[in-house]
């Protein structure tokens, strides 16, 4: 993706900033989303730092074996030829020959960690998502940065579920459009939280772009973020059984219609 590169500094200074701040309080819950799935269970923020269970994090990356080890008193996990062992008595989290200092704790049977001391220790891209009030975490290896994949299937859902697979994906291509475009911003959530020009998409005001997407959305924006293009260069659309599109029709050249949208340059 265009920019990504910036992008990525700036959400690591973000995350920093987040992750480190002194805590207001005690515990404060946080969503963690991995590849663009949200983990089973909470983590949460304490003294700025982020902390995640260990196993929600581990299954939601999938590929790993996770069981209490009672004889060292560890927390151990396993996936091909890596180990991980966390040990809440010397506070360390170590990943094959690597030990890395960090608070381990177990409550209530839950082994947590520190997620990004965690995740770059499995060579994870971990990013402070604002819009989502939490961290989004890329695997390695991964085909999609995570926080794109989470909104680009979100926002493709909430706009165009009840559409076909190529209605959706023409959602999913107007946005990349508009982020390789020099009159909106240069990333996936930026675009779709856009509110230059009041609020750019109608469930982003409704709260509809936070509900989970279907697996047909998901595919859909893997297929978009894969550069399959069904609507060429549009940057607008709108739907005329919910809106008259005024602006549009006066100042945008229309190129298509595909199911219940029609789309514009």
Same mark, same amino acid.
């Given at each position: 993706?265009? /920019?990504?590169?910036?992008?990525?500094?700036?959400?690591?200074?973000?995350?920093?900033?987040?992750?480190?701040?002194?805590?207001?309080?005690?515990?404060?819950?946080?969503?963690?989303?991995?590849?663009?799935?949200? @983990?089973?269970?909470?983590?949460?923020?304490?003294?700025?730092?982020?902390?995640? +269970?260990?196993?929600?994090?581990?299954?939601?990356?999938?590929?790993?074996?996770?069981?209490?080890?009672?004889?060292?008193?560890?927390?151990?996990?396993?996936?091909?030829?890596? !180990?991980?062992?966390?040990?809440?008595?010397?506070?360390?989290?170590?990943?094959?020959?690597?030990?890395?200092?960090?608070?381990?704790?177990?409550?209530? &049977?839950?082994?947590?960690?520190? =997620? /990004?001391?965690?995740?770059?220790?499995?060579?994870?891209?971990?990013?402070?998502? *604002?819009?989502?009030?939490?961290?989004?975490?890329?695997?390695?290896?991964?085909?999609?940065?995570?926080?794109?994949?989470?909104?680009?299937?979100?926002?493709?859902?909430?706009?165009?579920?009840?559409?076909?697979?190529? &209605?959706?994906?023409?959602?999913?291509?107007?946005?990349?459009?508009?982020?390789?475009? &020099?009159?909106? +911003?240069?990333?996936?959530?930026?675009?779709?939280?856009?509110?230059?020009?009041?609020?750019?998409?109608? *469930?982003?005001?409704?709260?509809?772009?936070? =509900?989970?997407?279907?697996?047909?959305?998901?595919?859909?924006?893997? /297929?978009?973020?894969?550069?399959?293009?069904?609507?060429?260069?549009? =940057?607008?659309?709108?739907?005329?059984?919910?809106?008259?599109?005024?602006? @549009?029709?006066?100042?945008?050249?229309?190129?298509?219609? @595909?199911?219940? !949208?029609?789309?514009? /340059?």
């Amino acid at each position: 993706m265009k /920019r990504r590169a910036c992008k990525r500094l700036l959400t690591a200074a973000v995350l920093c900033a987040a992750l480190t701040v002194p805590a207001k309080a005690a515990q404060r819950s946080v969503p963690v989303q991995i590849d663009g799935k949200p @983990i089973a269970v909470s983590a949460y923020v304490e003294r700025g730092v982020t902390y995640v +269970p260990l196993r929600a994090l581990l299954n939601t990356m999938g590929a790993w074996d996770v069981w209490w080890d009672e004889a060292t008193g560890r927390a151990a996990a396993a996936s091909d030829d890596t !180990h991980l062992w966390a040990d809440p008595a010397a506070d360390t989290v170590t990943v094959d020959e690597k030990t890395v200092r960090g608070r381990v704790t177990v409550e209530n &049977g839950v082994t947590y960690v520190p =997620l /990004r001391l965690v995740g770059e220790a499995l060579d994870c891209q971990v990013e402070w998502d *604002p819009y989502l009030g939490g961290a989004a975490v890329t695997s390695p290896g991964a085909a999609y940065d995570a926080g794109e994949l989470y909104w680009l299937s979100r926002i493709i859902c909430a706009e165009s579920g009840a559409e076909s697979m190529a &209605g959706q994906i023409a959602v999913g291509n107007v946005i990349l459009n508009r982020v390789r475009n &020099g009159s909106f +911003p240069n990333t996936v959530e930026g675009v779709i939280f856009d509110r230059k020009d009041a609020v750019q998409f109608e *469930p982003v005001s409704n709260g509809r772009v936070y =509900l989970p997407p279907t697996s047909q959305s998901v595919e859909a924006a893997k /297929r978009a973020l894969d550069g399959e293009n069904v609507v060429g260069s549009a =940057l607008y659309f709108y739907a005329p059984a919910l809106s008259q599109g005024t602006w @549009i029709n006066a100042n945008r050249p229309y190129q298509q219609t @595909i199911g219940c !949208h029609r789309f514009y /340059r």
